[in-house]
């Protein structure tokens, strides 16, 4: 397979998102300038850099959660950059926020069958009791009284049952015990073998190291280096430099 | 027992049932209210005016189309809906990034608008609008004599305040609802339609003003200001029970309704203020409202 980098690439070999010159603003400030990177299908990659880098804005410009963007954002090959946010979900994608997004007046159940299901082929309800079984025990509960890791549980449990293809998680690891990231990582793990394509936000490059094929570094809203997972070890001290630990 | 403190039987149940209509009208529009304001963040001072067209609606419905009450419940409701989609569509929808001050203005100018065009075609006078013949008369409960239609207006309006508390805390639909009111991004990004939800809320809220105005048209008269004298009491039912809670308005509506007609009975002097000076109070014990969550 040709790397296809930054070139514009053929039908043939089109990824399943490109992202190009995207830029965004939140009222006068401009966040991204520029950031452009691409996922295959199947791919698992994360953005990784320091606070405020603008790894986040990334994704929810992508979902079109943002209230200026310009450039071009291409899913299967159709461009969204003009696309409502709830269109882009109707397309396939789906977004985990940092916070998590659990809704306080919403029982857990309700938080899990809000999104609605937008292709054929997403979880059933069953199989994402499977992978998060303290789901299932805690499905009146209110949304938030779950513990950090329950929630975050529900909040990637509950876009597996969409149907959505490509999957944005930012921070999923966040603030969790080991043990928890351990059973997030071993989620991605599963959902890759299921096929999914994942996007992953992370500061916590081991964790990234464990799941992800490639790596983008961002800094100042845009690209500034990449990796494939297996060139990591050779470059740990640049890496560890960019993100500044 | 009742001469003991001297006060009749049928003064005390004859208030109580009057308290119970009025209250019966605090909560819907309440309701609605607290609906829009949920998810809208707007403040709709057009309610009371709106409330006022529902009732001009089924009265122009009857001189012009012969279209009776019954129909005009279901239509009264729709027609004014609709009118309230449009509102959202051209002028609220620019507003919801703003203070809720600016809301709250245009909804304001909108109410006098709309008042201002009906007095300019009726006068200040009302239109009378009868009572269907099925709901005339009234029945003996031994103590006092029920008029038909004010305890079918009891019935329908509390049968309606808990299908919609229903529909909103207990179903799918309201699930999507309620989380469109907590964050409205992130609900939207699930690839919920949340601005056709957002016209169809305010056309919703404003369908039940219009729906109480129905109502109302058969007890007091159908005039351009009936909803201007409504709406301020309304307000002070809204901030005693909690701006956005659904059961809130609900429980408070009614209650107030009680409270008003009972300070009729033992107090007269202090019915039209009662339900201010219970404001006030809740204000300085509970700023959030009865049922209200204090914001951070």
Redesign the interface.
Known sequence: MPEAAFARTEPADQPMLAVEDLHAWYGESHILHGISFHIAPGEVVTLLGRNGAGKTTTLKAI???VPRRRGSIRFEGEEMIQT???R???RGL??C?EER?I????SVE?NL????A?RPGGLSVEAIFELFPNLKERLRSQGTKLSGGEQQMLAIGR?LR?GARLLLLDEPTEGLAPVIVQQIGRTIERLKIEGFTILLVEQNFRFASTVAERHYVVEHGRVIDQFQNRDLPANIAKIQEYLGV | MFELIGIPPQAFFGQLLIGLINGAFYAMLSLGLAVIFGLLNIINFAHGALYMMGAFVAWFLLQYFGLGYWPALILSPIIVGAFGAVIERTLLRRLYHLDHLYGLLLTFGLALMIQGVFRYYFGSSGQPYTIPPLLQGGVHLGFMVLPIYRGWVVAVSLLVCLATWFIIERT?LG??L??A???R??????????PRMITLTYAFGVGLAAFSGVLAAPIFQVSPLMGADLIIIIFAVVVIGGMGSIMGSILTGFALGVVEGLTKVFYPEASNTVIFVVMAIVLLIKPAGLFGRAHA
């Open positions: 979902m079109g959660m409502r946010s709830d882009i979900a109707r789906a977004f926020p997004g809704f306080a007046s919403l309700e069958l809000l999104p609605p937008v876009i969409t | 799918r699930a999507t309620r989380a009111t907590e964050n991004a992130l609900t939207q990004a699930f690839g919920i339609n949340v």
